[in-house]
């Protein structure tokens, strides 16, 4: 029955002069997630981007693209009426309701919106008249303006679209229209969400992965590129970079204090990953941090860890609860991965009581004991980095 959807936005909207950019990246991303499924046509026209289906498709197919694309606030099956004179227009909204609801006993409101102002009626002349002619096709149908079971749409432009369902898409903003950023990803439950909810806001995504063999297996690794090909469905492409981090780790646990070695360590993979966020043009680093969750995760650690960056760090999940999280990782599809039992690297040099309330000064101090050699071992972990490009 729907060879079209109708596709609304609602922040994009705000965006004045410069709308037409982020209209044309949200059309853009739309084309991306549905060209898997086949030649669907996806064109803009006033506010509004329609989307018109191959003769053949697959209707949940199509929504569930849709419906992983930011930016979008809603999605709409249309039924296209080729012509908007008066007669075809009541006789299609007319033939939508019979096709639609073969059982017609419950109360309903039409809403118009007239693109055409040169319209020989104005939209509240269009429901007005469109519910009387319902009304009047259809006796078991009743009127309620304030609480109808049914809304019908009807949009008035070059051609007609009448649709009742609605759609709720994820809002936000289009991929690539904020900058790009670099994710700490590891296998756990926090990072994949951090780097769904950064790209809502139009942020594209590279990501690092600190891998200790043989501390932590392949199957670790999988893990996380795992996480990472279910993130990319709604961020894009993802370029993952796999860290070789155990000779670091070993030698930060062979020389520096046991209570700081989870700071001292997550100092130099902020370090490591900000210089693979300048090699990839970033604007910041992504971590999956939230205030208190764990001792690295303190203001005090969260400050230490911030002062060895020039970049920004952003931490979209800083205030939520651990169920909070959770829920979102359910609803994205990365909890039943991330709950996998393969540990990562920052699991496996966890000392018994970790300070919780690091001393900035102390730590430098403590750091010294790594100059020897530290500086050329980034650069060895650097220039053996892995790269595995998700799609």
Known sequence: MFKAFLIKYAEIGLKGNNRYLFENALRDRMKDALKPLGDYNVSKEQGRIFVECPDEYDYDETIDALKKVFGISSICPVVVIESSEWDALTKGVGDYVEAMYPDRHFT???????ADKKYPYTSPEICSHMGAYLL??????????????????VEVRSKAYVYSIVIPGLGGMPVGT???????LSGGIDSPVAGYMISKRGVSMAATYFHAPPYTSERAKQKVVDLAKKI??????????????????LYIYDKCPHDELTIIMRRYMMKIAEKLAEQEECLGLVTGESIGQVA???LHS??????????????PLIALDKNEIVDIAQRIDTFETSIQPFEDCCTIFVAKHPVTKPNRKTIRHSEKNLEEKIEDMIETALSTV?????E
């Open 178 to 184: 904020n900058g790009k950023a670099m994710l700490l």
């Open 386 to 390: 892995e790269t595995i490009v998700v």
């Open 136 to 153: 009047r096709r259809f006796g078991e149908l009743k009127v309620d303006v304030h609480q109808p079971e049914v809304r019908i749409t």
């Open 232 to 249: 990319a469905k709604y961020t894009g492409q993802i370029k993952l970079f796999v860290v070789n981090f155990t000779d670091i780790q």
């Open 108 to 114: 309903f409101k039409v809403e118009a919106k007239r």
């Open 302 to 315: 969260l400050a230490a860890t911030n002062e060895v960056c020039t970049l920004p760090v952003y931490r």
């Open 296 to 298: 690295s995760q303190t």
